[in-house]
């Protein structure tokens, strides 16, 4: 029997960078949002990386099955789209480490999983905050940046139904390898907001604000964004990719057809069998 393991994908709706030469302390400072749609991972005796069934080079996964230095591969499955904000490769990387841990018997805790899974994300550039958002569930705030035992968390309480409409992507790596100081003085002001009224209309809007300050909406999400507006609810872009997610029905209500979810619980854990 091959171990499986089901991770949540996570949307940041707000974030500023901290990076480090050590990889465990660096990370993100934010907000975001897990979800019951996210990544099945399953250990395979060959080696390589499937995605829905095809082959795929996933930076951070190679970097967690070489780290645990083993000849074997995984196999994913998502409804989830890759690179659009929706932390698919971190979840793929949180469940490559806790499938071959249980596999060979590594004798690795949680805290050593999450690590690694993360100090992975970091080094390939396509993650700061989403693993350790992934392992909490929830809401997840990101108080301080890095790997369990350099990170602090809190989250927002509440909230049930999530609703999102993907447009396309946006490259991870491109973004956090370019000028992120406006993003990053956009996200710790937004941090601060929702930490004073940690509410689920505060953390939606002061995600919306963050988009626009950040300077990342396109047009095209503007548009739906506005058409939201309109229907009295609020939405906001999921980080990062061109996406739009809704905590609630802002999305339907407006005439769209987006997917739906739930969140997944605060402390609900990762399922490994
Ligand atoms: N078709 C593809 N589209 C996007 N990324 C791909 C594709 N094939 C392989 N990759 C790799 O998958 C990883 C995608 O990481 P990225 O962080 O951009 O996506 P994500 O985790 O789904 O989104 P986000 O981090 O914005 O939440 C990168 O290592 C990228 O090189
Ligand atoms: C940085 C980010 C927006 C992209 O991965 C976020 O998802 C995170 O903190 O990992």
Redesign the pocket.
């Known amino acids: 029997m091959h171990a499986t393991a089901f991770v949540p994908g ?1 949307v ?1 709706g707000f974030f500023s960078t901290h990076p480090d030469e050590r990889p465990l302390r660096a990370g993100s400072r934010g907000g975001g949002v897990a979800l019951s749609h996210g990544v099945e991972t399953t250990v395979t005796d060959d080696t390589g990386v499937t995605l829905n069934g095809e082959s ?5 996964v190679e970097r967690v099955l070489d780290a645990l230095d083993v000849d074997l591969g995984v196999a994913c499955e998502t409804p989830l789209p ?9 979840a793929m990387a949180l469940g490559t480490a806790y499938v071959v841990s249980a596999h060979t018997a590594a004798g690795l805790s949680e805290n050593d999983l999450v690590s690694l899974a993360h100090r992975a994300e970091v080094e ?1 550039g ?2 700061l905050g ?1 693993v350790v958002g992934q392992a909490r569930g929830g809401i997840p705030l990101r108080l301080e940046p890095g790997a369990p035992g350099y990170g602090a968390m809190d989250g927002v309480p509440g909230g049930s139904r999530v609703e999102y409409l993907s447009l396309g ?5 491109d973004v956090l390898g370019g000028d992120t100081e406006t993003l990053s003085v956009a996200g710790e002001r937004a941090l601060e907001t929702v930490r004073e009224t940690p509410t689920l209309a505060t953390f939606v809007a002061a995600s919306r604000r963050f988009a626009e300050e950040a300077g990342l909406l396109t047009d095209e999400l503007r548009a739906i964004l506005r058409d939201v507006d309109a229907v009295g609810e609020t939405a906001s872009m ?4 061109e996406t739009v997610f809704a905590l609630g029905t802002g999305l339907s209500d407006a005439g769209y057809d987006p997917a739906v979810c739930r969140i997944h619980p605060p402390g609900a854990g990762l399922r490994v069998e």
């Open positions: 996570h940041t795929i080079s996933v930076e951070p890759l690179g659009s904000g929706f932390g698919v490769s971190g390939s396509t993650g989403d992507g946006l490259s991870t790596a999921a980080m990062l990719g």
